[in-house]
């Protein structure tokens, strides 16, 4: 233990090779996940039908066990190793030659290097361990959410009590500011879902998107929702913008914006405080 508080880069080299297995189970989080929740709905509604529901076979984050989806090859202790495996396989695999994604090694890097940051800048510490979870936790959300326009309660919920329960010791708001921001990030989204709807008819965003902002305002307090919403929304008009007219993204197909808050919440995570000093040192 004093060895790590003593040396910080063997600490954020530890946490780094232990994110890269965490960011390996985000990516079955996030193929399964939604997956699980649509076999779910399917069962209710049949209840609700009066149909007969069948037995399906289990499947969950443990089982089946990962396997590829052109072959059913399943992936051994040593193809699954973070990064080398894909690597080594030259991202095919080893059974039919069919392409693996770039994406799981992306999500595997992404996640070690995200939370060998948070490790470097709060060490060894309680700060450090709710870093990590919010982290672990906004990469699964943002990459469920582009993938299916979906935030699920099960990750949006428990991340906004967890950042409450953080916050009892002051480790990124006082307990105070926490609450107001939970307040505060649900209540001006929810504002904004209804003047666009009574203005329009329609529907702007999800439900998913207000308790998504509600937990970084419980994480971060409510100084840091304006730097949190305006870095969202700047770079989610930008790329909503650029695929309209690039790539000719139909209007009509909604585009996701948790991945958007998910990266303003990072951003306000590591540099906020400094954003916020920095522009009202200007006044």
């Known amino acids: 233990m004093e060895l790590l508080i003593q040396e910080p880069a063997l600490l954020t080299g530890l946490v780094f090779l232990l994110s890269l297995l965490i960011g390996s189970f985000l990516n079955v989080l996030i193929h399964r996940l939604p997956r699980m929740m649509e076999r779910e709905w399917q069962q209710q509604c049949a209840e609700l039908r009066g149909e007969p529901v069948t037995a399906s076979p289990r499947y969950n984050l443990w089982l089946p066990r990962s396997a590829c989806p052109a072959c059913g090859h399943m992936i051994t202790a040593l193809e699954n190793i973070p990064l080398l495996s894909w690597l080594y396989l030259r991202a095919r695999c080893s059974a039919c030659a069919a392409p693996i994604s770039v994406r799981y090694p992306l999500v595997e890097l992404l996640t070690a290097l995200l939370s060998a940051a948070v490790a470097w800048k709060w060490g060894f510490s309680l700060a450090t361990a709710g870093g990590l979870l919010l982290v672990w936790m906004l990469v699964a959300l943002a990459f ?46 929810w504002s904004v879902y209804w003047l666009f709807k009574l203005v329009t008819g329609k529907e702007g965003m999800g439900y998913g998107d207000f308790k998504l902002l509600a937990a970084l305002g419980a994480w971060l307090g409510w100084q840091l929702l304006p730097v949190t919403l305006l870095l969202s929304s700047v770079v989610g008009a930008v790329i909503g913008i650029a695929m309209i007219v690039l790539v000719k993204h139909d209007k009509r197909v909604p585009i996701p914006f948790g991945p958007y808050l998910a990266g303003g919440g990072l951003v306000a995570l590591f540099f906020g405080q400094d954003m916020t000093q920095a522009y009202l040192g200007q006044f």
């Open 144 to 189: 469920i959410d582009f993938d299916t326009t979906l935030l699920p309660d099960s990750l949006t919920l428990p991340l906004l009590w967890l950042g409450l329960l953080f916050n009892l010791g002051g480790h990124f708001a006082t307990l105070a500011d926490a609450v107001m921001g939970a307040i505060a990030g649900y209540l001006v989204l």
